[in-house]
């Protein structure tokens, strides 16, 4: 691909995030499914639909930039998952294993914040609000959805069972 001005760049990174986006939305289910406290399970489902609304939000920002959406592998993202899925397959017991499923989604929500908050630059500095505004709501979405896990792993582990 072409990249002569920074809506090249904008676009590029659109694509990997389009994709990433897809990755999480398959990996949060099988996170939840996998979580044994109710709240991080549940916290995992109310995660998998705000991905599905923040993919529709990313469609609408590629068309505001007159793209159909598209999305590029995401490596960085195959590669988060992948980690998570080893870790998974450990033989843990259940307040570890919710420790180590809180730190592979925080690994997945800080890729996206660093995305995010790159888009958004570049789409303020295009001068396009709208899709700056888009990206900002999605940026504080993940923002959320990370404190909200740093949470659980304060309240839900029991620290000391895990000695
Ligand atoms: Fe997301
Ligand atoms: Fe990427
Ligand atoms: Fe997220």
Redesign the pocket.
Known sequence: MEMNHLQDLLLHDLKDLYNA?NQ?LKALPRMAKKASAPELKQAFEAHTE??RR?IEKLEEVFELFGEKAKGKTCHAMKGIIEEGKEVMQEDAEADVMDAALIGAAQKVEHY?IAGYGTARTYAEMLGNKQAARLLQQ?LD??GKTDKKLTQLAENLINVEAMQ
Request: aromatic content about 0%; proline content about 0%; cysteine-free.
């Open positions: 986006e999480i705000e991905t923040q996206e999605i979405e993940e």
